[in-house]
Every structure is written in C-alpha cells, then in structure tokens.
C-alpha cells in the first residue's frame, strides 16, 4: 500500500509564502501524475496543480503565477511552492499520486491545513 504523508502548512499572512512537501512511500515501481487539491469549508474539492513524470504542469486558473508545482522522482516527493498567498487560498490541501506498485494505484494523503489571514 502506497502512503502519501504531507507537511509543511500552517498560517501565514496575505502576500507571504509557505512550502507544501508530500512524500510518497511504500513498494513503488513508478509514478505517473502528482498533484495537489484543496478543499476549504462547505466547498467541493478543487485541483490546484499536478505534475507528470516527464515534468509536464497545469494550474488552477486561480493559482497561475502564484503557486508552483515541482517534484523529485528518485524521492518519491511533489512539492508546492505557494507565494503571494491569499485569504482565499485558506483550505485543506490534500496530495495525490497515481502509479505503479504490485498493482496500480492512486493514493491520497492526509492533508494540511493552509490558513492565511487578511
């Protein structure tokens, strides 16, 4: 069973910055697309950006030139670099990757706060 374990939230101040990590771990042979979801209070879940194992990204509308998404391959890691943060970003954002181990999966972590206040 593929573990997603995410750290680095927390709260921050509109216009400041915070690290998101998430490291896969557990028997894996590969892994095709990571990305990070948000969820904030009574609203569906959201993606915010995902990455493929070739490096290719997509953004939220919402986060484009704001956030950015990057991953380490030999560490099993995604990570994502949120600056110029704002209130609206406050949410529980979740890890998720999809891929290969004794079988295939998709596996989610199990999430961190992000709270940024005004």
């Known amino acids: 069973q593929v573990q997603l374990v995410e750290s680095g939230g927390g709260l921050v101040q509109a216009g400041g910055s915070l690290r998101l990590s998430c490291a896969a771990s557990g028997i894996i042979f590969s892994i095709n697309t990571m990305g990070w979801y948000r969820q904030a209070p009574g609203k569906q879940r959201e993606l915010v950006a995902y990455i493929t194992s070739g490096g290719s990204t997509n953004y939220a509308d919402s986060v484009k030139g704001r956030f950015t998404i990057s991953r380490d391959n030999p560490k099993n890691t995604v990570y994502l670099q949120m600056n110029s943060l704002k209130p609206e970003d406050t949410a529980v954002y979740y890890c998720?990757?999809?891929?290969?181990?004794?079988?295939?999966?998709?596996?989610w972590g199990q999430g961190t706060q992000v709270t940024v206040s005004s």
């Open positions: 998720n990757a999809d891929g290969l181990g004794p079988h295939l999966f998709r596996s």
